[in-house]
């Protein structure tokens, strides 16, 4: 599976966590602006930008991804040793509420 066909799956993944992963032009926004997760209204965003190559696009994702509990969830193979493999250089993603 290349980066592309894993970011896909790793994404449609975080939707079905609750978690809604957008990318967003950051250029434009005239402050220094991070991807990352943050909580507006209770909802959980993953918004990345999206100038950022895919595999750091995948790194961001992963990362948060990688901290959830997966038991209850299937997910292909693939997808499940990738994150599997991050998840011990991963640190639990810092959620900012708004």
Do not use: C, P
């Given at each position: 599976m290349n980066e592309e066909q894993l970011y896909l799956e790793i994404k449609d993944l975080a939707e079905k966590l609750?978690?809604?992963?957008?990318?967003?032009?950051?250029?434009?926004?005239?402050?220094h602006v991070e991807s990352g997760l943050c909580k507006i209204r209770n909802q959980k965003f993953l918004i990345i930008d999206k100038h950022k190559p895919v595999i750091e696009k995948l790194q961001i994702l992963s990362s948060v991804i990688a901290t959830r509990n997966l038991e209850n969830i299937y997910v292909v193979p693939a997808v499940r040793q990738h994150l599997e493999s991050v998840r011990p250089k991963t640190s639990p993603a810092k959620i900012l509420n708004f």
């Open positions: 609750g978690i809604m992963v957008s990318e967003h032009n950051f250029k434009i926004t005239g402050i």
